[in-house]
């Protein structure tokens, strides 16, 4: 049975940072890519980053690049979402994905889905 799940979402203020982490289990880990997204209330689910779990490619979306970083650890089955200089408008469900079959932005491509971890920015 394959299980992605989140873990480290929380409340910080304006400028803060937190870390995300997704465990992933139940599948081949090696050469797949892992994304997190995120949805904001009203808003459409968008991809934030993802990660070649067999190489050093990573994507960012334009909103986060120079702010977040998205790395892993092959040797835990876990990838990291650190997130630094978070704005309000960072607040979000955040999600992590597995195993990407088309473009990394588009939530449809992709095919494992965890359960979401809440991150709260405060002015």
């Known amino acids: 049975q394959v299980q992605v799940v989140e873990s480290g979402g929380g409340s910080v203020q304006n400028g803060g940072s937190l870390r995300l982490s997704c465990a992933a289990s139940?599948?081949?880990?090696?050469?797949?890519?892992m994304g997190w997204f995120r949805q904001a209330p009203g808003k459409a689910r968008e991809g934030v980053a993802a990660?070649?779990?067999?190489?050093?490619?990573?994507y960012y979306a334009d909103s986060v690049k120079g702010r977040f970083t998205i790395s892993k650890d092959n040797a835990k089955n876990t990838v990291y979402l650190q997130m630094n200089s978070l704005k309000p408008e960072d607040t979000a469900i955040y999600y992590c994905a597995a195993e990407l079959r088309g473009r990394w932005y588009n939530s449809g491509d992709w095919r494992y889905w965890g359960q979401g971890t809440q991150v709260t920015v405060s002015s």
């Open positions: 139940g599948y081949p880990y090696s050469n797949v890519f």
């Open positions: 990660i070649y779990i067999g190489g050093s490619i990573t």
